[in-house]
C-alpha cells in the first residue's frame, strides 16, 4: 500500500515537472512606501485569510485578532482588559496549564492605533504574536488599580499552585511582542509595577517597546522580569525610569540595541549561562549591570558569563557591579569591548566599593575578567585575568559608520501602503498543508519579487521541488507562516535538494525574510531546508529576521511522537539532510533564528521526546559579512554550526545542543560524512555532534557562545515530563543515557573544534558536558575544568 501511493506521488510530480524561477517579470519596481501620513499600518488593512492548517477546525479558526473587533476601545478610559483577552484566548488556544504546547492554534493579536487601559495581565498564550500599528505605535496603559504580575504576561503562575506555571519555562516558545509603548506610571510608585514577564525560550523576541516607569526616588517599576527560561532575542527596547529596566535570568540570550533612560539600575542578572549585549546606551542611571555572582557549582548558580560589544554610557556611577569579588574565582565571567564611558566613575567593581576597573571618559578597547587561553598547544595553562585582552578582529564589512557591529531591525515595512503588497493566498496558494503549492508560489515570486512585498498569509504552504525566492523579494509571513517541503524529491541524503533556495548562486540583491518557519515533512533525509546564495551589497540587505527551521515536532511533519518516540531510532524518521548553508558567494544577516531538529513533539500534549534526524545545522562557506545575532542550532547529527573557507563573521550569541540520543547511534550516523559539503571528519571516539566546526576560516568572531551536551536538557524535561505523569517512556531513555557523566565533564570529550588554519576569536564560551570546552584540530586546548561557573563551563577568551 505504502509503496503503491509512493508511486503516485512520484508520477504526480513528474507531471508537473520541474518548476522553474525565471527572475521576476514584474514592469514596475517597488521603490519607497507610499503610505499617507492618516494611513494605518497595512497589517490592519490587507485581507485577513490566514488559515491554521492543522488546526482541527482551519475554517472557523481565527489566526488574526483585531483587538477592537473584540470590543476593545483603545480610548484611555474604558477598562480593556478582558476584551483583549478575549481576543487572544478565542478559538480553544494552549494555555492555562492544561497544555504546555501547540502548533495548531497561532495567533497575531493586533492593537490598532489607541491607549489600551488595563487592570490585569495580557496573557501571551503559545504561539502568539502581540503586534501594534507601527506607523502610530499604541500603548497599553496599566491603571491605577491595576493587579498581577506584569501588563504582559508570557507564562503565568496558577494562583495557589505551589509555583505551577502554564508552561515549562525552557519550552516556551514562539512568541513575540512589536510596537508598544507600555506606560506603568499610573500605577504607585511603590508597586512592583511590571512591564512584561518574559520567561521564554528560542523563537521569541521582542521588539520595538518604550517601557514608561515612575522616576520618583526610591520606585519599584521594571521593565522586563525574566526569572528563568532558554531564550532567545530581544532588541530596540527603550526604558525610561524605573527601578530596574530588565530584572532577568535565563540559560541565555542576547540583546541588541537597547537604551537605559533614568533607571536605577539598568540591568540586574540574576542567574545565566552566557548572555551577550550588544550597543546597549545607558544614561543616568545608577549601575548599569548589577550581576548576582559568587557561585561556582549548579547548586549555587549565578551570573556565569556577560559579554558586552559596543556599550554607550553617561552619567552612571557605576557601569558594572557584581555582588562577590570575582578573585580568581570564574563565577562573573566578564567580557567588555568597545564601551564608551562619559562621566562613569567606576567601570567595573563589587558591592561595598571596590573597583576593579576605574572608568572616568574613556574607551574601553577590551577587558576581560576569567580565565584568558591564548594559543593553540595541548591542554593550555588557564589564566586567571582582570585585564584588557586581545580585541575581536571586525573586519569594516561588519560595522556601522560609528564602528560599532551593525545591526537591523526586523523590516516591518511601516512606510508602505497596503497596496504595495500582495497576498501569496490571492494569488493562488493554499496554504493548507496538502496541497502543493510548488507552482503557485514560484509563480507568485516570478511575477512579484522587486515589484510588491509578499505576504504569506498564516498556513502551511507544501512545496514538492526546489521553490527559489529570487534576489530581490521581499518576504513577510503572518504568526509565522511555514513553507514545508515534502515528498520524493527530498528522500535521498544521497542526493540532497534544497528546498528553498533564496537567490541562485552569484545573484545580487536584496532579500528580506521575516516571520517564516521554514519546514519538513518526513521522511526527508535528502532536504537542504534553506540554501542561501544571494548576495547584498547592502549592510544587511541579505536577511532573515524571527524566522525559524523547524524540523519536525509539529502537526503535518509527519515526524511525530507516535512514529517517531524517543529510542525508535528510525532512519525513515529523518527530517533533513541540512537546515542551512550559507553558499560561499553568498552574505547575510540572521537575527532571531532558530534551527530546531525537534526533540520533542510539539504536539503531543506533553512535551513527550521524539527520536529525527537532521544530518547538519548551519553551514557556512560565505566570505561574508555574515552577522548571526541571537541564533541558536540544536539537536543536528553532525554539528550544529559548521564554517568552512569562511570569512568575516560576527556570532553572538550562538547557543548548540547536541542531539539526545547520541551515542545511540553514534555520530555521522544515520548519516554519512559527504565531503562535497565540506562535512568535518569524525576522530575515532567522537560519537556525538560538534557544536561548533571551523577550517580554514578567516576574521570569525564568535561573542558569547552557549554549547550544551543535550542530556541536562533532556534531564530537566525528563523530571518536568514525569512530573505530568507522561514520563514513563521518557525515564527508560533517561536510564538508558545516565547522567553521570555531567558531574564528570564526561558526556563528550569535545565539541568545538577549530582548525590551527582559522583565524578565529572565542569570547564567553560557555559549555555543558564536556570534557575540553575548546579544541584545536581535535586536540583540547581548553579544559572545560579550568571554568566552573555553576553549571556551566566558561573560557572568557580564547585567542590563537
Ligand atoms: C524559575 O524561577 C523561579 C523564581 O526564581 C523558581 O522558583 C523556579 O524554581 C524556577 N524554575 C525552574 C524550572 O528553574
Ligand atoms: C534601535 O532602537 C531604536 C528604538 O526602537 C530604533 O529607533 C532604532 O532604529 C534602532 N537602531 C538599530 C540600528 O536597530
Known amino acids: 500500500m505504502l509503496a503503491f501511493a509512493l508511486t503516485l506521488l512520484a508520477a504526480a510530480a513528474a507531471a508537473v515537472g520541474p518548476v522553474m524561477a525565471l527572475g521576476s517579470t514584474c514592469s514596475s ?85 489607541g491607549t489600551y487601559k488595563v487592570t490585569q495581565p495580557l496573557i501571551a498564550y503559545y504561539y502568539t504574536q502581540f503586534i501594534g500599528d507601527a506607523r502610530n505605535v499604541p500603548t497599553l496603559l496599566a491603571d491605577a488599580s491595576f493587579v498581577g504580575m506584569a501588563v504582559i504576561d508570557a507564562d503565568p503562575y496558577i494562583p495557589n499552585g505551589g509555583g505551577a506555571q502554564w508552561y515549562v519555562n525552557q519550552n516556551n516558545f514562539f512568541r513575540s511582542v512589536r510596537n508598544f509603548v507600555i506606560d506603568l506610571r499610573q500605577m504607585p510608585a511603590s508597586a512592583s509595577a511590571t512591564g512584561i514577564h518574559w520567561q521564554v525560550s528560542q523563537a521569541t523576541s521582542l521588539m520595538n517597546i518604550v517601557f514608561e516607569m515612575s522616576t520618583a526616588a526610591g520606585n519599584a517599576h521594571q521593565g522586563i522580569w525574566m526569572e528563568n527560561g532558554s531564550g532567545g532575542f ?63 557549582t549548579q547548586d549555587t548558580q549565578t551570573v556565569g558569563a556577560i559579554a558586552v560589544i559596543d556599550a554607550t554610557v553617561s ?25 564608551r564611558l562619559t562621566n562613569v566613575p567606576t567601570a567595573v567593581g563589587v558591592v561595598g566599593g571596590a573597583t576593579v576597573l576605574a572608568g572616568g571618559t574613556t574607551t574601553i578597547d577590551t577587558w576581560a575578567q576569567g580565565n584568558v587561553f591564548a594559543g593553540t598547544g595541548a591542554n593550555a595553562p588557564a589564566r586567571f585575568a582582570q585585564a584588557g585582552a586581545p580585541s575581536p578582529d571586525k573586519p569594516a564589512s561588519l560595522l556601522d559608520s560609528a564602528g560599532r557591529i551593525f545591526g537591523k531591525t526586523h523590516p516591518q515595512y511601516e512606510a508602505f501602503a497596503v497596496s504595495q503588497f500582495v497576498s501569496v493566498r490571492d494569488q493562488g496558494a493554499k496554504g493548507d498543508g496538502t496541497t502543493d503549492d510548488t507552482a503557485a508560489l514560484q509563480a507568485i515570486f516570478n511575477q512579484f519579487s522587486g515589484c510588491k512585498i509578499i505576504f504569506v498569509d498564516a498556513g502551511t504552504y507544501l512545496v514538492t521541488s526546489t521553490l527559489t525566492i529570487p534576489a530581490g523579494t521581499q518576504l513577510v509571513g503572518e504568526a509565522w507562516s511555514v513553507i514545508m517541503g515534502g515528498g520524493a524529491a527530498f528522500a535521498d541524503q544521497n542526493n540532497p535538494v534544497p528546498v528553498v533556495r533564496v537567490g541562485n548562486p552569484g545573484d545580487e540583491g536584496v532579500a528580506e525574510i521575516s516571520d517564516i518557519v521554514f519546514a519538513t515533512r518526513g521522511p526527508a533525509a535528502g532536504a ?11 549592510q544587511g540587505g541579505a536577511g532573515m529576521w524571527d524566522t525559524h ?76 559579512p555574515v552577522w548571526m545575532i541571537g541564533t541558536a542550532s540544536e539537536h543536528h547529527t553532525l554539528y550544529q554550526y559548521r564554517l568552512a573557507n569562511a570569512a568575516n563573521h560576527y556570532m553572538g550569541l550562538i547557543q548548540t545542543e547536541t542531539p539526545y540520543y547520541q551515542p545511540v547511534p553514534a555520530a555521522p550516523a544515520p548519516f554519512s560524512v559527504n565531503s562535497n559539503f565540506n562535512d568535518p571528519t569524525f576522530p575515532s571516539g567522537q560519537t556525538s555532534a560538534f557544536a561548533v566546526s571551523i577550517s580554514n576560516s578567516q576574521a570569525i568572531t564568535i561573542f558569547g557562545a552557549s554549547s550544551s551536551q543535550a542530556l541536562i536538557h533532556s534531564f530537566v524535561l525528563c523530571l518536568e515530563a514525569d512530573l505530568d505523569g507522561t514520563g514513563a517512556g521518557l525515564y527508560s531513555f533517561f536510564q538508558n543515557y545516565g547522567q553521570a557523566c555531567l558531574t564528570t565533564n564526561s558526556c563528550q570529550s569535545q565539541l568545538f573544534d577549530i582548525d590551527a588554519a ?37 573560557a572568557t577568551v580564547w585567542t590563537k
Open 758 to 794: 582559522s583565524g578565529v576569536n572565542v569570547y564567553s564560551l560557555s559549555t555543558v558536558g564536556v570534557t575540553w570546552s575548546l579544541s584545536v584540530g581535535g586536540q583540547g586546548v581548553v579544559p572545560a575544568s579550568a571554568g566552573p561557573n555553576g553549571l556551566a563551563d566558561t
Open 315 to 339: 552619567n552612571t556611577p557605576i557601569f558594572v557591579r557584581s555582588s562577590a569579588p570575582s578573585n580568581g574565582k570564574l563565577a562573573g565571567s566578564l567580557v567588555l569591548n568597545n564601551i
Open 29 to 113: 519596481p517597488l521603490g519607497p512606501g507610499t503610505a499617507a501620513p492618516g494611513d494605518a499600518f497595512w497589517m490592519e488593512t490587507i485581507k485577513h485569510q490566514g488559515i491554521a492548517a492543522f488546526n482541527p477546525t482551519p475554517s472557523s479558526y481565527q489566526v488574526f485578532r483585531n483587538v477592537k473587533d473584540f470590543g476593545a476601545k483603545g480610548d484611555g478610559v474604558t477598562d480593556d482588559t478582558a476584551a483583549i483577552n478575549a481576543a487572544i484566548s478565542a478559538g480553544a488556544r494552549c494555555g492555562g496549564g492544561s497544555c504546555d504546547s501547540s502548533t495548531t492554534t497561532p495567533a497575531v493579536v493586533y492593537f490598532p492605533k
Open 528 to 538: 537542504i531546508v534553506v540554501e542561501w546564495n544571494v548576495h547584498s551589497n547592502t
Open 234 to 296: 530581544l532588541g530596540d527596547l527603550v526604558f525610561n525610569g524605573g527601578k530596574f529596566g530588565m530584572w532577568v535570568g535565563n540559560q541565555q540570550f542576547t540583546v541588541r540595541n537597547v537604551t537605559m533612560n533614568n533607571v536605577d539600575t539598568a540591568i540586574f542578572s540574576i542567574w545565566n549561562w552566557g548572555w551577550t549585549f550588544q550597543s546597549v546606551t545607558i544614561n543616568n542611571c545608577q549601575v548599569g549591570f548589577d550581576l548576582m555572582t559568587g557561585g561556582t
Open 549 to 624: 527551521i523547524r524540523l519536525g515536532g509539529a502537526a503535518g511533519t509527519n515526524l511525530l511522537i507516535d512514529n517517531c518516540p524517543a529510542g525508535s531510532n528510525n532512519a525513515a524518521c529523518s527530517a533533513a539532510f541540512m537546515a542551512l548553508h550559507l553558499t560561499p558567494q553568498s552574505n547575510a544577516y540572521l537575527e532571531g533564528t532558530w534551527v530546531w531538529l525537534a526533540d520533542h513533539d510539539l504536539d503531543s500534549g506533553g512535551s513527550r521526546q521524539t527520536t529525527l534526524f537532521s544530518g547538519r545545522g548551519i553551514l557556512s562557506e560565505s566570505q561574508g
